[in-house]
């Protein structure tokens, strides 16, 4: 029954109807975790205020490094089973998993300034960060580097499925790298006292996140079924869906 | 099978003495870029011995980096590739032979060449030892992974800045410990451990890259 | 978590630079976001 929506064709209301629920859920979700996060969450003892920026920073964190993984599994799907759709998933998850690997950057960045007296730390979070963006970048500039939209969903998906598999031993090597050059260095986020007021923030703040990506990558999904399959039929009369 | 690979490492290795410059280019721009490094940041010794490590190892990924978009461009205009894709031999075999070739032509020569200019930075014999041993391992990484991204990129516009964007995020592991081997040497502590990571590397990437490079060769030749 | 006023709740203790900063990016890559999605089309 699911794969008779493996037809964009099919896919495309489907999708329409469900942008508005993640949407809606991404909203109250953050709504609530940054109540909690900036109402409920107490002052940090050894940070102050300055670590309220966990909120936006571990979410952002993990949802780079999930929805890379995700973006890999579909593309995975795509050279399995043959199915156009998994290609243009991966192609619709693509920019908001740049966007948040670089949000993590930013405000990791922000937050490095009254943690550590600087702007930039290289260490093993912020660095595997730095090059998960580089990944993110090398995959949509391929993709725009093919002109077929078919090879290139391709090509993507052998690219993004080597990332992956390569993502677990730049981890590796980066951890290795860092512990070598700063000794025993605490992260970022490792703070010994994680009140759970603080922990029911960052997995609100997460799962806001989490539905806001689904409903925009929905919405980017439609965009390039338009953009692809724009002469058919089909696109002019759902046009008002 | 063990056949067709010499005779296609064979052929690329006499067309590529025919044309000396290519291997050549890629020693110089070796040979320059570490140089720039240290006009950059000065004569300093010390500084020069703490950067070397790196430096040496940047450089080299840089420049084995240049001949990459060659691989398999040349035979894609020749019309070879095809007849590649449709030979009686695996393409797996096919593919470990460009790698095979790209790298005593590339790989090796900057692995030789890499101690002089660990000497241009002030490294210890021992450190450039290791220097040695690490890029002989860590260069016919930069061979198979690269193959992945040649044949990812073949027909592409604007290949080969592409493919260093591309690369260069899987090279940081063979980076890492590579210069994190020379380092070690450096200061009096076993590299052993490092080169072995490398080594694990280097199994793993021979694996996992020709494997993309061949799926990528189908996808390209559609 | 009690503040003592806007003008409190907007230092962040000193951090309100860092803090906002922070939120303010995030705001403008989701805004960013989503106009670029919904131009297409």
Known sequence: MIFSYAAPQAFYPVAGRMVPWFAWLAAILAAGGLYVGFFVAPTDATQGESYRIIFIHVPAAWMSMFLYLVMAGWAALGLILNTRLSGM????????????????LWTGSLWGKPTWGTYWVWDARLTSELVLLFLYLGFIALKAAIPDPQRADRAGAVLALLGAVN????YFSVVWWSTLHQGASVSLTRSPTMAATMLTGMVLMALAAWMYSIAVTLLRL???????????????ISAGK | MAHAFLLLVRRDLRIALRRRGDVLNVLVFFLVAASLFALGVGPSPELLRAMGAGVVWVAALLAAMLSLPRMFAADLAEGTLEQMLIAP?????LVAAKIASHWLLTGLPLALVAPLIGLQYQLPADALAVLLAGLLIGTPVLSVLGAAGAALTLGAR?????????LLPLYVPVLVFGAGAVLAAQSGIDAGAQLALLGAFLA???VVGPLAACAALKIALD | MSWGGLNEFLAM?????????????????????????KEKK
Do not use: K, N
């Open chain 1, 89 to 104: 998933m991966a192609s619709a998850i693509a920019p908001t998993g740049a966007m948040f690997t670089f949000l993590a």
């Open chain 1, 167 to 170: 993502v677990p031993i730049i």
């Open chain 1, 222 to 236: 439609r965009a390039i079924i338009r953009s692809r399959e724009g002469d058919a039929e089909w696109i002019r």
């Open chain 2, 89 to 93: 031999q695996p393409l797996g075999v």
């Open chain 2, 158 to 166: 604007g290949a080969s800045v592409l493919l260093g964007l591309l």
């Open chain 2, 204 to 206: 793993v990437s021979c």
């Open chain 3, 13 to 37: 203790g000193g951090y309100g630079l860092y803090v906002w900063g922070s939120y303010g990016m995030a705001v403008i890559c989701i805004v960013v976001e989503i106009l670029l999605v």
